[in-house]
Structure formats: structure tokens, C-alpha cells
């Protein structure tokens, strides 16, 4: 199993968007701190201004972060790789055996120049090439306790 999840992304996205509003908040905190000590009006002004430009800023950068961030894997690619199926090759014909979820009546199952496309319920759909089944046919289909398995010949 991949270290790397498309989880982790979501949760750094979500405290990135916590964290923009305490960075604002700080700015707002030194904008108020400045213009208490500061002599002159206008010098409290200039430093004001110079903070906000500053916080607007932060903020842009904040927010280009977020914009940037992607996961490494989608949930759905990430449940491609965990699929595990077996392939076995026999003499003019192959078993194809997977897990696939579902009743029976929501299986699909079609072979087309060399690609199985296997569907099941709750979105669940994979492709696999099967080299050297060009001309072969899904001649036997079972489905039983979330099992498929099909032989090709």
C-alpha cells in the first residue's frame, strides 16, 4: 500500500484553509500595534497600509498554494491499483477470476478486440487488455458471493 493517499492532499488543503485566516488575523494584530505607537498620523498611515499591502499579499500567496495542490492519487485511481485479479492462461483459453461488487444484476461484462470491461455496482467499472484474445468470446460466466469469474475461450 502507497504511503502517499489522496487524503493526505484533502487535509493539507484543509489546514492551509485554517491557516489563512490566523495569518490575517496576525497582520490585523500588528496593523493595530502600529498604529497605537506610532507618533504622527501619518506615519501611522504609511505603516497601516504597508501592513495590509503586506497582508494582502500573504493572503495571495496563501491562496496560490491551495490552488497548486493536487493528489498524488485519485480516489478511484487509487482503488485501480488495489484490484487484484487473476489471469490464467490455458491452452486456447483463458480463466479470468476478480472480486467485483454487487447483486448479479448489476454485473457487466463485455469483450471487445482484446479488452475486457468489467462493471459492477456503486460506479465500480476496469478495463483489462488481454493480449491474444482477439478473436475469443466469453464463453462461461459465473458471479457467486462477490466473485467473478469467466472463462474465455
Same mark, same amino acid.
Given at each position: 500500500?502507497?504511503? #502517499?493517499?489522496?487524503? /493526505?492532499?484533502?487535509?493539507?488543503?484543509?489546514?492551509? &484553509?485554517?491557516?489563512?485566516?490566523?495569518? $490575517?488575523?496576525?497582520? !490585523?494584530?500588528?496593523?493595530?500595534?502600529?498604529?497605537?505607537?506610532?507618533?504622527? &498620523?501619518?506615519?501611522?498611515?504609511?505603516? !497601516?497600509?504597508?501592513?495590509? $499591502?503586506?497582508? !494582502?499579499?500573504?493572503?495571495? $500567496? #496563501? *491562496?496560490?498554494?491551495?490552488?497548486?495542490?493536487?493528489?498524488?492519487?485519485?480516489?478511484?485511481?487509487?482503488?485501480?491499483?488495489?484490484?487484484?485479479?487473476?489471469? @490464467?492462461?490455458?491452452?486456447?483459453?483463458?480463466?479470468?477470476?476478480?472480486?467485483?461488487?454487487?447483486?448479479?444484476?448489476?454485473?457487466?461484462?463485455?469483450? !471487445?478486440?482484446?479488452?475486457?470491461? $468489467?462493471?459492477? /455496482?456503486?460506479?465500480? /467499472? *476496469?478495463?483489462?487488455?488481454?493480449?491474444? /484474445? &482477439?478473436?475469443? *468470446? @466469453?464463453?462461461?460466466?459465473?458471479?457467486?458471493?462477490?466473485?467473478?469469474?469467466?472463462?474465455?475461450?
Amino acid at each position: 500500500m502507497s504511503k #502517499f493517499s489522496s487524503t /493526505s492532499s484533502y487535509t493539507d488543503q484543509k489546514s492551509l &484553509n485554517f491557516v489563512i485566516p490566523i495569518v $490575517v488575523l496576525l497582520f !490585523i494584530g500588528i496593523i493595530y500595534m502600529i498604529s497605537q505607537r506610532a507618533d504622527g &498620523n501619518f506615519v501611522a498611515f504609511i505603516l !497601516i497600509g504597508i501592513a495590509a $499591502v503586506t497582508t !494582502i499579499y500573504w493572503v495571495s $500567496v #496563501f *491562496k496560490k498554494m491551495l490552488k497548486n495542490i493536487k493528489p498524488k492519487y485519485t480516489a478511484r485511481e487509487a482503488e485501480a491499483k488495489n484490484w487484484v485479479y487473476d489471469l @490464467i492462461k490455458g491452452e486456447n483459453q483463458f480463466v479470468f477470476v476478480a472480486e467485483v461488487p454487487g447483486p448479479d444484476d448489476k454485473i457487466m461484462v463485455r469483450l !471487445i478486440d482484446g479488452m475486457l470491461y $468489467v462493471r459492477g /455496482s456503486g460506479g465500480f /467499472s *476496469k478495463e483489462i487488455q488481454i493480449e491474444g /484474445s &482477439n478473436q475469443m *468470446k @466469453i464463453a462461461d460466466f459465473k458471479y457467486r458471493n462477490g466473485v467473478l469469474t469467466l472463462r474465455i475461450s
